[in-house]
């Protein structure tokens, strides 16, 4: 027997959790819903999820590695150090950039029916990951390929990919409120996703930077620790990688997610005011 679920807007805050999770299957279908409009429209469809990664890494290959002659980490091939750095990007920038624009997409159900508002941005992790595995196995063949083998820091992938699903969630959250009051936040978050790619260790190593007057400054970014941490799992330790900066980029990632959530659920019934 199928049971209906009425929920009602204007519960209290235990009611709103326990009706996010009673809307789990609406997740799921927002979720693959918005993986589907992501790549149904596209001529190439879901291979640019493989292109997109390579030639990215050709074109940064090429120009800071050939041209500008910098060097990566000792004994690590450059292209696989780029490509690991792409990665674990691709996955925040992705994620980051769904979340923020999720209350506009779905606006039409915004202001049609009652939900968690949550389930929005929820759903729009859905498709940084599905780009994050095709990015990952790409770089396992080429790993493979080149012959330079995996670490078995590999094993703790899964800690920094639940680290940047945490501070994407937490900047995406805050940027896609601000998103639906302020309509030219929409055309800043492109600026700041190309900005964040040159300032993020990914075409090079963090241990240019060590030893400099920047470097506190630099490592408070929470994901400069989280690139170098998950490059650190993929190519061992070779790679360069401070330990100590997990502390900071967890701290930060953790008061950002809270805030984050604390700053939407009070703002989500105003959505519907500014859709």
């Known amino acids: 027997?199928?049971?209906?679920?009425?929920?009602?807007?204007?519960?209290?805050?235990?009611?709103?959790?326990?009706?996010?999770?009673?809307?789990?299957?609406?997740?799921?279908?927002?979720?693959?819903?918005?993986?589907?409009?992501?790549?149904?429209?596209?001529?190439?469809?879901?291979?640019?999820?493989?292109?997109?990664?390579?030639?990215?890494?050709?074109?940064?290959?090429?120009?800071?590695?050939?041209?500008?002659?910098?060097?990566?980490?000792?004994?690590?091939?450059?292209?696989?150090?780029?490509?690991?750095?792409?990665?674990?990007?691709?996955?925040?920038?992705?994620?980051?950039?769904?979340?923020?624009?999720?209350?506009?997409?779905?606006?039409?159900?915004?202001?049609?029916?009652?939900?968690?508002?949550?389930?929005?941005?929820?759903?729009?992790?859905?498709?940084?990951?599905?780009?994050?595995?095709?990015?990952?196995v790409i770089f396992l063949v080429f790993t493979v390929v080149s012959g330079y083998g995996l670490s078995w820091n590999i094993i703790f992938v899964p800690a920094f990919v639940i680290l940047t699903f945490f501070i994407s969630l937490g900047f995406?959250?805050?940027?896609?409120?601000?998103?639906?009051?302020?309509?030219?936040?929409?055309?800043?978050?492109p600026f700041i996703v190309q900005v964040g790619f040159y300032i993020c260790p990914i075409a090079y190593t963090s241990r240019l930077v060590e030893g400099q007057w920047f470097e506190s400054i630099y490592k408070l970014n929470p994901i400069v620790g989280i690139i170098d941490g998950f490059r650190w799992c993929l190519l061992g330790d070779k790679a360069y990688f401070d330990p100590q900066s997990l502390i900071s980029t967890t701290i930060l990632s953790l008061i950002t997610l809270v805030l984050s959530i604390v700053y939407f659920r009070k703002k989500e019934n105003t959505f519907v005011d500014h859709i």
């Open 1 to 136: 027997m199928k049971h209906t679920i009425t929920i009602k807007a204007g519960g209290s805050e235990k009611d709103y959790w326990k009706d996010l999770w009673l809307n789990r299957q609406l997740l799921w279908i927002l979720s693959k819903r918005d993986i589907s409009v992501r790549y149904k429209q596209t001529l190439l469809g879901l291979a640019w999820s493989v292109l997109r990664p390579l030639m990215t890494m050709g074109i940064m290959v090429f120009v800071f590695s050939l041209v500008a002659k910098l060097e990566g980490d000792p004994g690590i091939p450059y292209p696989l150090m780029v490509l690991s750095g792409i990665t674990i990007w691709t996955f925040f920038s992705n994620t980051f950039t769904q979340i923020s624009s999720s209350i506009l997409i779905n606006s039409n159900l915004v202001s049609k029916v009652y939900f968690p508002r949550l389930l929005m941005p929820l759903s729009s992790v859905a498709v940084g990951f599905v780009d994050f595995l095709i990015t990952f």
């Open 172 to 189: 995406g959250l805050f940027f896609a409120v601000l998103n639906v009051r302020f309509r030219d936040i929409g055309q800043l978050i």
